[in-house]
């Protein structure tokens, strides 16, 4: 087992809050996407435990050390609520759980769990497995691919079926991506300063974003409609349907939120968490040779019930969302004036954990910007997300609290599913020429995206 310097969170408090202010050239740097994660670095070596930063006519409380972070997000987490940035996407999401109040959160989720039970994740994985054979079959040795685009186009044919059903999930991906792409970037833009107003404006960009939310609206309240009328199935939209206590009083409008919510996370941060692993690997080839060893021993295309079978595979996706946390940031604002680490939040005050530098502080991990997939073996070679020795509150791909996805399981059966398949057929490679940074936006993606030769195994 790994094990990381403590961190001294006594000598930590005693640092004066740093209030940072940004040059214009980080600004620049900051609305393409491309410096963002550098600015928290900055911000975390400057402030290793909490500081100010002060960006767009905002104040905000970033944290950086994991207990601080634990005790935003867990145990005084009933005191804060979703951030501003969440909200600004209720335009597109409405009322899901990623977006819902407090209130509303603790009645929905209860009615969205059932969708995500031990055995509907069964029946998901099968329709998942079948995503990636199909779109591996169309690969040909040799070939160039834009990975961060392949692995968008797999998760959303892997979502659209298990998510909105057999028989509308391929017309649904098609339909789909374009769409939320164009609502994704308006979200974008109205994070900027004093640009909330364009969403509303008749600027083409803004009439754009419109059509795509009427699209994606249209598409989802049809494939509800049509769920109802059959009366069941294995995908998700059943599911949320079957589990009101009286399926025919169902607000659709409520499904549709979370339905929405789902098909966002469900394709675009496993997509993101995908090219990043497989860029990964094209850079240890012996990694990917070992984890395709454990594949040959298992002597057949990985179901469900050979997933823990597959130790080597969860460490390697997870070792992924370390260096590369599709979900990189979280942030939350107090419903009420609240302490936390001896700082005082008012209420309405925001407070920033980046996931990056939690992924990536000395303080909590050995070599921590090294790839080390082994780090998550237990001496018994099992996968233990404790087996690092990490502190509490320095890993968190899914965040914490009450908040934490609840997608959770079906993101690692996705992943890890969809990664064996594809290592199974090939081995990419990336281009010798391919510029490689990240565009911290909604998601960890790629900035110049991903190509990658295809090699045959």
Same mark, same amino acid.
């Given at each position: 087992m790994d094990t990381a310097a403590p961190v001294d969170t006594a000598a930590a408090r005693r640092t004066e809050l740093v209030r940072l202010r940004l040059s214009p050239g980080v600004v620049r740097g900051v609305v393409n996407r491309t410096r963002t994660t550098a600015l928290f670095e900055q911000h975390a070596r400057r402030a290793p435990y909490a500081g100010l930063?002060?960006?767009? @006519?905002?104040t905000e409380l970033v944290v950086s050390d994991p207990g601080l972070a634990r005790e935003v997000l867990v145990t005084q %987490?009933?005191?804060? %609520?979703k951030g501003y940035a969440l909200r600004q996407t209720r335009f597109l999401l409405g009322d899901? !759980?990623? =977006?819902?109040?407090r209130e509303l959160h603790r009645r929905q989720r209860p009615v969205v769990q059932p969708a995500f039970s031990r055995t509907r994740i069964a029946s998901y994985a099968q329709d998942m497995v079948a995503a990636a054979q199909e779109h591996v079959a169309a690969w040909r040795p040799g070939q160039v691919v834009d990975m961060a685009a392949e692995m968008q186009r797999l998760t959303l044919a892997a979502v659209g079926t298990t998510l909105l059903g057999t028989r509308t999930g391929a017309q649904a991906a098609s339909r789909v991506g374009p769409a939320l792409a164009t609502a994704l970037r308006a979200w974008e833009v109205a994070l900027l300063p004093g640009m909330a107003w364009v969403r509303e404006s008749r600027l083409p960009g803004a009439v754009r974003t419109r059509a795509a939310i009427a699209e994606l609206d249209d598409l989802v309240r049809t494939v509800v409609g049509d769920a109802r009328r059959r009366g069941g199935g294995d995908d998700v939209v059943s599911a949320l349907l079957g589990s009101q206590a009286d399926p025919t009083a169902a607000d659709d409008t409520q499904v549709r939120d979370e339905v929405m919510t789902l098909l966002l996370a469900g394709h675009e941060t496993t997509a993101n968490a995908l090219t990043w692993t497989l860029h990964l690997l094209s850079d240890a080839p012996h990694v990917a040779a070992r984890l395709r060893r454990s594949l040959d021993a298992l002597g057949r295309t990985p179901a469900y019930e050979d997933l823990p079978a597959l130790p080597y595979a969860y460490a390697v996706v997870a070792e992924a969302m370390r260096l590369y946390p599709p979900a990189w940031i979280l942030e939350r604002e107090a419903l009420e004036d609240v302490e936390v680490g001896g700082i005082r939040v008012p209420r309405g005050g925001s407070v920033v954990m980046c996931t990056w530098v939690l992924h990536r502080d000395p303080r909590s991990w050995v070599a921590p910007l090294a790839f080390r997939p082994e780090r998550w073996l237990d001496e018994q070679g099992a996968f233990d997300e404790a087996a690092p020795g990490q502190?509490?509150?320095?890993?968190?791909?899914?965040? @914490?609290? &009450? /908040?934490?996805?609840?997608?959770?399981?079906?993101?690692? =059966?996705?992943?890890?599913? !969809? +990664?064996?398949? +594809?290592?199974? *057929?090939?081995?990419?490679? /990336?281009?010798?020429?391919? /510029?490689? *940074? &990240?565009?911290? *936006?909604? &998601? !960890? /993606?790629?900035?110049? @995206?991903?190509?990658?030769r295809l090699l045959p195994v």
């Amino acid at each position: 087992m790994d094990t990381a310097a403590p961190v001294d969170t006594a000598a930590a408090r005693r640092t004066e809050l740093v209030r940072l202010r940004l040059s214009p050239g980080v600004v620049r740097g900051v609305v393409n996407r491309t410096r963002t994660t550098a600015l928290f670095e900055q911000h975390a070596r400057r402030a290793p435990y909490a500081g100010l930063l002060k960006a767009a @006519g905002r104040t905000e409380l970033v944290v950086s050390d994991p207990g601080l972070a634990r005790e935003v997000l867990v145990t005084q %987490g009933r005191s804060f %609520g979703k951030g501003y940035a969440l909200r600004q996407t209720r335009f597109l999401l409405g009322d899901g !759980l990623l =977006t819902a109040d407090r209130e509303l959160h603790r009645r929905q989720r209860p009615v969205v769990q059932p969708a995500f039970s031990r055995t509907r994740i069964a029946s998901y994985a099968q329709d998942m497995v079948a995503a990636a054979q199909e779109h591996v079959a169309a690969w040909r040795p040799g070939q160039v691919v834009d990975m961060a685009a392949e692995m968008q186009r797999l998760t959303l044919a892997a979502v659209g079926t298990t998510l909105l059903g057999t028989r509308t999930g391929a017309q649904a991906a098609s339909r789909v991506g374009p769409a939320l792409a164009t609502a994704l970037r308006a979200w974008e833009v109205a994070l900027l300063p004093g640009m909330a107003w364009v969403r509303e404006s008749r600027l083409p960009g803004a009439v754009r974003t419109r059509a795509a939310i009427a699209e994606l609206d249209d598409l989802v309240r049809t494939v509800v409609g049509d769920a109802r009328r059959r009366g069941g199935g294995d995908d998700v939209v059943s599911a949320l349907l079957g589990s009101q206590a009286d399926p025919t009083a169902a607000d659709d409008t409520q499904v549709r939120d979370e339905v929405m919510t789902l098909l966002l996370a469900g394709h675009e941060t496993t997509a993101n968490a995908l090219t990043w692993t497989l860029h990964l690997l094209s850079d240890a080839p012996h990694v990917a040779a070992r984890l395709r060893r454990s594949l040959d021993a298992l002597g057949r295309t990985p179901a469900y019930e050979d997933l823990p079978a597959l130790p080597y595979a969860y460490a390697v996706v997870a070792e992924a969302m370390r260096l590369y946390p599709p979900a990189w940031i979280l942030e939350r604002e107090a419903l009420e004036d609240v302490e936390v680490g001896g700082i005082r939040v008012p209420r309405g005050g925001s407070v920033v954990m980046c996931t990056w530098v939690l992924h990536r502080d000395p303080r909590s991990w050995v070599a921590p910007l090294a790839f080390r997939p082994e780090r998550w073996l237990d001496e018994q070679g099992a996968f233990d997300e404790a087996a690092p020795g990490q502190p509490r509150g320095a890993w968190q791909p899914f965040g @914490g609290g &009450t /908040r934490r996805c609840i997608g959770e399981s079906f993101a690692w =059966t996705e992943a890890v599913l !969809l +990664l064996c398949v +594809l290592l199974g *057929a090939y081995a990419p490679v /990336r281009e010798p020429d391919q /510029r490689v *940074a &990240t565009r911290a *936006a909604v &998601t !960890l /993606r790629p900035a110049y @995206g991903m190509r990658m030769r295809l090699l045959p195994v």
